[in-house]
């Protein structure tokens, strides 16, 4: 990947970690909730079935990039966890980002 060296460099933390995560997806060629979802970060709309869809897709591992930003979840996100999946390892990187919730919805279930 080429970067560009006439970019101005960034001068806030939550622009730093967005290059960051575009920087990290792109060269890696990691999935990304946003990029390759369609996910909204920007809180307007509900991100919930683009963040479930990105993470089931991962049926043989890996890990998957969820931006800086805050995404609404009008239901709530399922992740298996624990040693029966060990085959199925993923790592969800999501820094900077916010999960807001709507009222009466659990964000995150944890199963085995």
Do not use: C, W
Request: aromatic fraction near 6%; charge should be negative; proline fraction near 3%.
């Amino acid at each position: 990947m080429v970067l560009d060296t006439a970019r101005v460099a960034t001068d806030t933390v939550d622009a730093h970690l967005s290059d960051h995560n575009t920087l990290h997806t792109k060269a890696n060629n990691l999935p990304d909730v946003v990029a390759d979802y369609g996910a909204d970060n920007t809180g307007a709309t509900d991100a919930s079935s683009e963040i479930q869809e990105a993470y089931d897709d991962l049926t043989g591992g890996g890990e998957l990039i969820i931006p800086a930003g805050v995404y609404k979840l009008s239901s709530g996100l399922t992740f298996a966890t624990g040693t029966d999946i060990s085959d199925r390892a993923v790592t969800v990187r999501a820094y900077g980002a916010e999960f807001r919730p709507e009222e009466g919805v659990t964000a995150l279930t944890l199963t085995t």
